[in-house]
């Protein structure tokens, strides 16, 4: 009797809306890598026992991640407070350990090899434990998230294992932790730390639209005319002149030496190259310092937006209705390079058109209304930001990922959630989703 209530407590504590929506989009996940690599001279019967093709494969790694799904959903809640700090540790050791364990793919030492042939790749999952470290920290009875203190040793969680992402080569991983903040503003973060981010990100892009001293000599008009019209109307106010001249330093200075420090010593040549495609400009690979290392004296090759074009290529074919199932020449000549990963998305577009891509979007957009409205229900500071984290995460690799394929951000390798091709990728985005739903089923209980 008590076990039959257990099971009712259980079944409406935990959301089914989001389940079923998590379960459509790994279905739409695998036919889409099934529309890249069909074969007709190949039997998909046999394809998914042999498991020798990607779309067999992501197919068992759903089912391996179905298992995991219900393992979390059994679990206590308060196992995920209680593991956030050492888990956090294991996944810094384990990012620690690529650089020595890791196996290069495609110039990216994040990788360990593991049986069977596949591959963990630990800044995949250490989203996870990044997402429950930051809610454990900013839960706490002692964080006050008003204070620059906590502002600052969020960040520094948040930022160790994006650095760890660099230096193995992941820009587009690393970018993905900043999709953090979207919790952190939530709980208080001012919104004052948004705008000078939201201005240094315009102030780059400017960079690259115009030539840097045509730009110090806007940024020096602009705030003349500030320092000007400050005098005129407040004559002793000098502490505000002051910040105006400081600001004019400062962004003067990104535009003359940050900017060009970054381009040419941080990033490899690709990615200052992918960055500068996305504003129609060249970038001179001579200039990149990695480069002339990595080559010696040789003159280093600039590569092209070939993936870019094939992308537009593919999704524009699509039309309206799109070519239909099976039926896309772009997919099925093999056009789009790294099309059952990074451009799993024009698939889709050359499938089933705007009219596809459409609903496909909309499914997207509801399922994160859906964790929003989970969020917002939660009584436990933990829960909510951990499920903040969830929605921006979740809504930086949606917003970037289909970016990239139409040309509106550069390539960095960032997967479409439930849908690209990848055991890492899906066991994350899975362990995500349910330890959310496992929160959830306990919202009324205050977790620390």
Known sequence: MSTKSNQNNFSKGTDLAVIVLYLLMVAIGILCIYMVEYNPNTSWGTSFITAKTNYSKQFYFAIFCAFIGIFILLMDSKVFTALANVSYAAGILLMLATFVLGKNINGSKSWIPIAGGFNLQPAELCKIFTALVLAKFISKPETDFTKLKSHLTAGIMVALPAILSIMQHEL????????????????????????????????????????????????????????????????????????????????????RFAVPYIFNNVLECYQSTRIYSMVGKEYDCNMNKKSAVAVGSKKSRKPDDYNVKQSKIAIGSGGFWGRGFLKGTQTRGKYVPEQHTDF?????????????????????????????????????????????????????????????????????????????????????????????????????????
């Open 344 to 448: 799993i998305f024009t698939s889709l577009g050359e499938a089933f058109g705007f009219v596809g891509t459409f609903i496909f979007l909309a499914l997207y957009l509801f399922f994160l209304f859906r964790l929003v409205r989970i969020a917002e229900r939660q009584r436990s500071t933990f829960s909510r930001v951990y499920a903040y984290s969830v929605v921006g995460i979740f809504f930086f690799h949606i917003a970037v990922n289909i970016s990239m394929t139409i040309g509106l951000f550069p390539v960095v390798g960032i997967p479409l959630p439930l849908i690209s091709y990848g055991g890492s990728s899906l066991l994350t985005f899975t362990v995500l989703v349910f330890i959310l739903l496992r929160l959830d089923a306990d919202r009324q209980m205050v977790l620390r």
């Open 172 to 255: 587009g991983l690393a970018l993905v932790y900043s999709a953090f903040i979207f919790a952190m503003y939530r709980e208080g973060l001012p919104p004052a730390i948004l705008i000078v981010l939201l201005s240094f990100a315009i102030l780059v892009i400017a960079t690259l639209l115009l030539d840097p001293i045509i730009l110090t000599i806007i940024l020096t008009v602009i705030a003349s005319i500030v320092i000007i019209v400050l005098i005129k109307r407040f004559k002793r106010n000098k502490n505000t002149i002051l910040l105006v001249v400081a600001i004019w330093v400062v962004c003067s200075g990104t535009v």
